[in-house]
C-alpha cells in the first residue's frame, strides 16, 4: 500500500524513492509485523483465556510433562495472521498477483486451521474435523492457488520443475505439475503441523525456511542475481520477500509469547497456515525441491509419523517411542528445551544446505 502511495511522487521526495528497494520494504514488514504482535499480544492472550476455559486439549498418551500445560489457549496463530497481514499490505507492492495468491492461500489455511482448533476446543478432544473433510479443503483451495500461479507464468516456464545443482533445465512437468505444486502446499502445511508440539518449536524453523525463501525470491526476482547464480528468474517473485520479511516479524513477536513456558499456542490456525504460504513461496519461485532441503526438519517429523503408523499396521510394532519424532526423544529422557533447540540447529544447518544449492551449479 505505501508503496502504490508514495512511489509516484518519488522524484518530488526523495524520501519516498527508498520504498522503490524491496530490501528496505522488507526491513520494515519485519519491524512492522514484530511491532504489532507486540501490542496486540498481552490483551489477545487474555482474550483468549476468557473465551478458551480450558485451554487446548493436552493429549494423555503423550509425555506426561505435557499434563503441566493444561488451560494454555490456542489459536495463538490469529496472531502471526494479523500481525503478517497488515504489515505485508503495508509494505507490498499490492499490484502484484504473487502477493496475493500467497496472501490468500495463507488465510485460507488459516480459516481451516482456525475451524480444525475451534472443534478440538468445543469437543475438548485433540481430534478437530474429519481429517478427509481438512485435506478436500487444503487441496481445493492449493488447486485454486496452483492455477491462479499458472495464469500469471507462461505455461511452459510454469509447468517446468527446477532441479538443485542443475543450470539452465527444467523438467517439463506438463499438467503433472499441478497435482505435484499441490502436494508441495499441502504438504508443506501438515509438515509444519505435525512439528508444532513443543514449546517454540515450529516457529523458529519456519522464521528461518521464511528468511531462507525471502533471500531465495529477491534473487530469483532480479534478473542481474539470478544470471550470475544460474537460477531461473521468475519476474514479480522479489516482492514475495516482503511476506517472508512479515512472516519473520510475527513469528518473532509470537515466540516471544510462545517461549517456553508458552502463554499461548499457535494452534492449527498458525501452523496450517505459515507451512502452505512457505509451499506456496516455493512453488512461485521454482525452488520446490529445495523447500525439502530448507524444510527438512518439517520432512523428518513426518516421516517419522508416516514409519510409524506404516510399522504399526503391518507389523504391529513402533519404531519410534512415540512419533512425530520430536515426542521419541522426550519418552527416551530428553528434557524439553533440550529437544527444541538441538532441533533449531538442525534447522540451521538444514537452512544452510538448501541456500548453497543456489550457487553450486
Known amino acids: 500500500m505505501l508503496y502504490n502511495f508514495l512511489t509516484p511522487y518519488a522524484q518530488d521526495v526523495i524520501l519516498f524513492n527508498l520504498f522503490n528497494y524491496q530490501t528496505f520494504r522488507t526491513g520494515g514488514a519485519i519491524l512492522t509485523a514484530l511491532v504489532i504482535c507486540f501490542l496486540i499480544g498481552p490483551r489477545f492472550i487474555r482474550w483468549l483465556k476468557r473465551k478458551q476455559k480450558n485451554g487446548q486439549p493436552i493429549r494423555t498418551d503423550g509425555p ?87 495464469y500469471v507464468q507462461r505455461w511452459e516456464y510454469g509447468t517446468g520443475l527446477a532441479l538443485p545443482f542443475v543450470k539452465d533445465f527444467l523438467l517439463p512437468l506438463g499438467l503433472f505439475m499441478i497435482p505435484f505444486a ?120 513426518t516421516v517419522s509419523v508416516i514409519v510409524q503408523v506404516a510399522s504399526f499396521k503391518l507389523t504391529g510394532k513402533r519404531v519410534f517411542a512415540m512419533a512425530p519424532l520430536h515426542h521419541h526423544f522426550e519418552k527416551k529422557g530428553w528434557s524439553e528445551p533440550t529437544v527444541v533447540i538441538r532441533f533449531w540447529i538442525i534447522a540451521v544447518i538444514l537452512a544452510l544446505v538448501g541456500l548453497s544449492t543456489l550457487k553450486l551449479r
Not at 505435557?66 to 509494505?91: C, D, E, Q, R
Not at 510475527?250 to 496450517?272: E, I, Q, R
Open 64 to 150: 506426561e510433562s505435557h499434563l503441566a500445560k493444561a488451560g494454555t489457549p490456542t489459536m495463538g496463530g490469529l496472531m502471526i495472521l494479523i500481525s503478517a497481514g497488515v504489515s505485508t499490505l503495508l509494505w507490498a507492492d499490492l499490484s502484484n498477483l504473487y502477493v496475493w495468491i500467497v496472501l490468500g492461500v495463507v488465510f485460507a489455511f488459516g480459516a481451516i486451521g482456525f475451524a480444525d482448533d475451534y472443534a478440538k476446543l468445543t469437543r475438548q478432544s485433540h481430534k478437530g474435523i474429519p481429517g478427509n473433510l481438512r485435506l478436500v479443503l487444503e487441496f481445493g483451495v492449493a488447486f485454486a492457488a496452483v492455477m491462479a500461479y499458472l
Open 182 to 301: 499441490m502436494l508441495v502446499i499441502v504438504g508443506s502445511s501438515n509438515a509444519v503441523n505435525l512439528t508444532d508440539g513443543l514449546d517454540g518449536l515450529a516457529i523458529v524453523p519456519v522464521m528461518i525456511a521464511a528468511m531462507s525463501f525471502g533471500l531465495i525470491a529477491y534473487l530469483v526476482g532480479r534478473t542481474d542475481y539470478s544470471a550470475y547464480l544460474g537460477i531461473h528468474h521468475v519476474a514479480g517473485a522479489g516482492e514475495l520477500a516482503i511476506i517472508c520479511g512479515a512472516l519473520i516479524g510475527a513469528g518473532m513477536g509470537f515466540l516471544w509469547y510462545n517461549a517456553p513456558p508458552a502463554a499461548v499456542f499457535m494452534g492449527d490456525t498458525g501452523s496450517l497456515s505459515m507451512g502452505a504460504g512457505l509451499g506456496t513461496i516455493a512453488v512461485i519461485v521454482k525452488h520446490e525441491i529445495v523447500l525439502a532441503i530448507i524444510g527438512g526438519l518439517f520432512v523428518l517429523e
